[in-house]
């Protein structure tokens, strides 16, 4: 079966600047995560969806940072205006629900200038 | 807050040895431990997992080691080899969390 689908693979932009990553989760798999990892670091959990309502978002700068997932399938993240810690991968996993194996998209590497 | 603690940072071990990381919780409603293998450019892979009512389980060459008194747990690679030179990322989390806690991650190389 096709793995997450992530793009773009790379991303530079300068700061306050804004950005737009895209992720198609493995067919039939109904939640879906986002998540950051910073250089040396752990992915940290920014939102996760559950169908297309949001299950946990808690640690998403909502100043920030937006995430939308439309007719429950593919989902994008945006960060309007970037700041320069905001450099980062961006993740996105599915799982096919909640507690169920969580598999991981390629990611998308982003550098703010 | 890193609720998963992970060492050693980096590991270098001959082909053929025993890499060994080490991950501690304090979270005891955590009931789901995962070890995530990742290659350079690469989105984390499951490699394996266990819940608290084992103390160990074995995957081929890989085993985890869980001692739940200690809130502890480790990833033991038996016969290490090259190709297993990756990133390993120890998590957890609990039923009614969802949310996967990872550790900071251990570089390791295993060397010819």
């Known amino acids: 079966e096709a793995g997450v689908a992530q793009s773009p693979r790379y991303k530079i932009i300068e700061k306050r600047q804004s950005v737009a990553f895209w992720c198609n989760p493995i067919?039939?798999?109904?939640?879906l995560y986002w998540y950051q990892q910073i250089l040396g670091q752990g992915p940290k959990l920014l939102i996760q969806?559950?169908?297309?309502?949001?299950?946990?978002d808690s640690q998403l700068p909502k100043d920030r940072f937006s995430a939308e997932r439309l007719k429950g399938v593919d989902s994008t993240l945006k960060i309007q205006p970037a700041k320069l810690e905001d450099s980062a991968v961006y993740l996105c996993?599915?799982?096919?629900?909640?507690?169920?194996?969580?598999?991981f998209g390629p990611g998308t590497r982003l550098l703010v200038l | 807050q890193q609720q998963v603690k992970q060492s050693p940072q980096s590991l270098i071990v001959q082909k053929g040895g025993i890499s060994i990381i080490n991950c501690a919780y304090e979270?005891?409603?955590?009931?789901?431990f995962p070890w995530y293998q990742q290659f350079p450019g690469k989105g984390p892979a499951l490699l394996i997992a266990?819940?608290?009512?084992?103390s160990e389980k074995k995957e081929g060459r890989f085993t985890i080691s869980f001692n739940k008194s200690a809130k502890q747990f480790s990833l033991h690679i038996m016969d290490s080899q090259p190709g297993d030179s990756a990133t390993y990322f120890c998590?957890?989390?609990?039923?009614?969390?969802?949310?996967?806690?990872f550790g900071k991650g251990t570089s390791l190389l295993v060397t010819p």
């Open positions: 996993a599915s799982s096919w629900t909640v507690q169920e194996t969580q598999y």
């Open positions: 067919s039939g798999h109904a939640t």
């Open positions: 969806f559950q169908n297309n309502g949001v299950v946990d």
């Open positions: 979270n005891t409603a955590f009931d789901y």
């Open positions: 266990i819940r608290p009512d084992v």
């Open positions: 998590a957890a989390t609990s039923s009614s969390g969802y949310a996967l806690n």
